[in-house]
């Protein structure tokens, strides 16, 4: 999330936003990119769109550019001020974002003004190294609160986390240039010979020694065999969420609702809003074909589904609300024999601890199962971590200052090691099923229903290795670098 003062300490000039734009074009070409599209030629929401070339690209011999070394860069232009805060603005980069997580391909956001308001703020949102985590959690706040997105890109924007947007501002780019500034900056682009930067774009060669890696996922093997489609008859889908627990595996686009539950199974919660003589059932893989953005849905909906597997599982675990995320966590339930005279009060479910006294405050060891889709098959990732409330029950979570301490604190006790990662992500695989215990591949089901028709097995991947690494030390990188190891 870049910030890119191009003037310095000089004054901007205003222009006319069209050659505003044309001005950023010319710079763009002038450092190897492709202008793809204009708003002034296309429907499109950004100003301009261009294709470059991946840095990845300098470090290989080859004569043409294939489509996984194109970097895709969108460019918003504001020819005037620019307020972080000002809702078309606000409006603008929530539909981006939302483009960046829903389409197959990320990209760069670039945003060019000659003058931020309030700059200093600007930079503690964007700018590496002066941004803060509260900084960003407030611009977000404001972001949620400030868009104009329609009902339905509403609905998409709240079922992704604070750890999206952050995700997102990696690549969104602020650039402080005016006309003059642009200008300048496009006759130097144009005055470089870019092949003498071979020598510092170049790549040194890996180390050729195999390593194991553990993945933190699991590999989604058989579907459900159904989904249920029917008409919604709520005037706000946020109507229907906020009458069903929020791990109910349901979602709703345009005036359709879709549920991997069973009509039968269903709430009554759920069913009042729904036009019960419109629920089909569909075969789910041919769904999965046949729907646009059917990938996006069924994700959400097996999102919910593992959420709601752990709450079910268990009557002291639920679902909290932490970071904009929705976490699992186990309620402080210590056993008061176990506890050791003088020693902080623990609880444990299944022979592994899931909270601690810190002081005046528990901690929780929580897990997010959140699926992926690469190369069109469906993962399931178990991200694990510590998070702390006031009194154990999970009502009331402790952030900002407090919880950093308390974190470090953790960290310091070694509670933040990559085996203590490991071993985390195991519990909570068992917590939600996904053992390794016969059968291979687990259910979102109990064990006397494994048949059930809507069953999803899932299977570990244990073959995962490297066969390159990076030099672990300077010795090792003074080594690849030698004449007689470089291939250059």
């Known amino acids: 999330m870049p910030w890119f003062d191009h003037e310095g300490g000089s004054e ?3 222009h006319t936003g069209e050659k505003y734009k044309n001005r950023i074009a010319e710079y763009l070409r002038a450092r190897g990119n492709s202008i793809e599209r204009r708003s002034d030629h296309h429907a499109t929401t950004e100003d301009l769109a261009a294709v470059g070339i991946s840095e990845d690209f300098y470090c290989l011999d080859a004569e043409k550019v294939s489509s996984e070394f194109e970097k895709r860069i969108r460019v918003e232009a504001k020819a005037g001020e620019v307020s972080r805060l000002d809702e078309s603005f606000v409006t603008e980069l929530a539909r981006t974002f939302l483009d960046y997580h829903e389409q197959s391909r990320e990209f760069e956001y670039h945003v060019y003004s000659p003058h931020f308001q309030a700059p200093d703020k600007w930079k503690r949102i964007f700018k590496p190294r002066v941004s803060t ?3 960003i959690k407030n611009y977000y706040d404001e972001v949620v609160s400030r868009h104009e997105l329609n009902d339905q890109e509403t609905e998409k924007f709240r079922e992704y986390e604070f750890e999206h947007f952050k995700r997102f501002l990696e690549d969104v780019f602020i650039h402080r240039a005016g006309w003059d500034r642009l200008e300048q900056m496009t006759e130097d682009e ?3 010979d870019r092949s003498k930067w071979d020598f510092y774009t170049k790549e040194n060669r890996p180390y050729d020694r195999p390593e194991t890696l553990i993945p933190n996922f699991l590999k989604l093997e058989e579907y459900p065999d159904y989904i249920y489609v029917g008409i919604c008859t709520a005037d706000r889908h946020r109507d229907v969420y906020e ?11 345009g005036d359709e609702i879709y549920s991997l539950t069973p009509p039968e199974e269903m709430e009554d919660s759920l069913l009042k809003f729904i036009e019960t003589d419109s629920i089909k059932e569909q075969r789910f893989d041919q769904w999965l074909e046949d729907v646009e953005k059917a990938d996006e849905i069924a994700k959400r909906l097996f999102n919910r589904f593992l959420k709601k597997r752990g709450v079910e599982n268990y009557d002291t675990c639920k679902l909290v609300r932490h970071d904009y995320e929705n976490r699992l966590i186990f309620q402080h339930n210590p056993d008061k024999d176990s506890v050791e005279e003088d020693g902080p009060e623990q609880t444990f479910v299944e022979g592994w601890k899931v909270t601690m006294e810190r002081g005046r405050s528990i901690a929780h060891r929580y897990g997010i199962p959140q699926f992926r889709q690469y190369d069109g098959d469906f993962y399931v990732f178990v991200e694990t971590g510590w998070l702390f409330s006031g009194r154990g029950y999970g009502n009331n979570i402790i952030s900002g200052d407090q919880a950093s301490k308390l974190h470090d604190d953790l960290q310091s006790d070694g509670y933040h090691r990559p085996n203590n990662f490991k071993a985390q992500f195991r519990q909570w695989r068992s917590y939600l099923d996904l053992t390794e215990d016969p059968p291979q591949n687990q259910s979102l ?26 030099p672990k030390d300077t010795s090792e990188r003074n080594e690849l670098m030698s004449p007689e190891v470089d291939s250059y």
Request: no cysteine.
């Open 12 to 14: 901007a000039s205003f």
């Open 133 to 135: 985590d509260d900084a």
């Open 190 to 192: 144009q005055s470089v």
């Open 243 to 253: 009458a069903n627990e929020w791990y109910s595996p349901i979602w709703i686009e």
């Open 445 to 470: 089901f109990e064990d006397d229903e494994r048949d059930h028709p809507q069953a999803m097995y899932f299977s570990e991947i244990d073959d995962l290795e490297v066969r390159k690494r990076p």
